[in-house]
């Protein structure tokens, strides 16, 4: 594999960290929903937990036709109707439009998921270039965070003028996006093994059962940051200082770029294990500080969260393919399964956040939502640990 191709490869995750999807309406996605859709709180919780659990149903079958098709013009297929998903919530202000779009929105990113990171993934691991992927994977999350504070300023100017130029100016950075992965992105049509000698195992128990922890474990990570994230803007409508919301973001997002850069700096000194472990610890502790009653003290775990939400998604994405056996023909069909596991979990939380919101306070909430998702996440370290250690799992690093 030529230079080239690496160094191609390296700037479409560059140019995908800055061009990425929903980056402009994220940031303000809740306003969104309530003020332009016409949706409740209720209403946007209860659509958000539909969205992962459709999410969840379409994963599997998803990552499969990737793989048996061919995974980029798979990726390309999904990036189009992608695009038609959000015209849709622009000319359907309503619940039922918000529906028919979450509906389009879960089958194709379901469709579009894991394609690009599987095959660059393949195409570094053959080259032994991993632990260089590693520091792009962070380098370009830096990138990403920067960069979405810009978008996010622009979001939440635009926003009061127009509702709809937000989700216009996400229409076109798909669209970029799509053209991206068009010329950049190489299709290992063949799927040919990593090691040649070595006769691809295909898609079985054994293997499913070998990935499961870990995908578990990676799966929470993004529970605890996109459910607690959906409860950052009802936080400062509780305590009355939504006005600050906008600098406020941009701050958690300079922490997150700033941790982001710093891990790419000494990612290779900490072993996986330990920097599963203490993602795990500070992911938990500052969910769980959210639920108390005093605006600064949440603040500041909201602070620690996106220290390591600046971390987590490259340790993720690293670490979940290296449980994969590098000899399968069905990575995507892998990762699609990390991703129905993810959407299962997310759609559970975030449809008890709209039933319990019924019954008890935001506060309380989110104190029964973060105990519940820290004994999960630490029971199933300790089970990942145990059947690690007894070499009843195999990390192919």
Not at 9 to 30: C, E, M, N, R, T
Not at 64 to 72: E, S
């Amino acid at each position: 594999m030529s230079d080239k191709i690496i160094k191609n490869h390296k700037l479409l995750i560059y140019l995908s960290s800055i061009f990425s999807f929903q980056v402009f309406i994220g940031p303000i996605i809740v306003f969104f929903y309530t003020k332009y859709m016409g949706l409740s709180f209720s209403q946007y919780f209860f659509l958000d937990g539909l969205i992962f659990v459709l999410l969840a149903l379409f994963e599997i079958p998803s990552g499969y036709i990737a793989d048996k098709f061919g995974r980029k013009k798979v990726l390309l297929i999904s990036q189009f109707f992608l695009v038609i998903s959000m015209i849709i919530l622009i000319v359907m202000p309503s619940f039922t439009g918000a529906l028919i779009s979450g509906f389009m929105l879960s089958l194709f990113s379901a469709l579009s998921s894991g394609n690009s990171s599987a095959l660059i993934f393949e195409l570094f691991s053959k080259n032994n270039c991993i632990n260089e992927l590693e520091k792009t994977y962070a380098k370009s999350y830096s990138i990403s965070i920067i960069s979405s504070i810009i978008f996010a300023t622009i979001s939440s100017i635009t926003f009061q003028y127009n509702m709809t130029i937000p989700i216009i100016l996400d229409i076109l950075f798909l669209l970029i996006s799509l053209i991206l992965n068009l010329f950049l992105l190489k299709d290992d049509l063949d799927y040919n093994p990593v090691h040649k000698n070595v006769k691809s195992i295909g898609f079985d128990k054994a293997e499913l059962l070998n990935v499961t922890p870990i995908f578990i474990i990676t799966a929470l990570w993004f529970v605890i940051t996109r459910v607690s994230f959906s409860y950052y803007q009802p936080i400062f409508e509780t305590f009355n200082i939504e006005k600050y919301y906008g600098i406020t973001f941009a701050l958690f997002t300079v922490f997150c770029s700033l941790s982001s850069y710093i891990y790419s700096k000494i990612a290779n000194k900490f072993s996986y294990k330990s920097t599963m472990i203490l993602i795990s610890i500070l992911l938990a502790l500052s969910f769980i500080g959210m639920s108390f009653n005093n605006i600064f003290f949440i603040i500041t775990m909201i602070f620690l969260q996106q220290i390591m939400r600046g971390i987590y998604p490259t340790v993720s994405n690293i670490i979940k393919n290296l449980y994969i056996n590098p000899t399968t023909k069905f990575r995507v069909t892998y990762l699609s399964y990390a991703s129905f596991i993810s959407s299962i979990f997310s759609g559970l939380m975030l449809g008890f956040s709209s039933l319990s919101l019924r019954y008890y306070s935001l506060l309380s909430t989110i104190q029964i939502l973060s105990i519940l998702l820290a004994i999960l996440l630490f029971a199933t370290i300790i089970l990942h640990n145990i059947l690690l250690k007894k070499e009843f799992l195999i990390f192919y690093k």
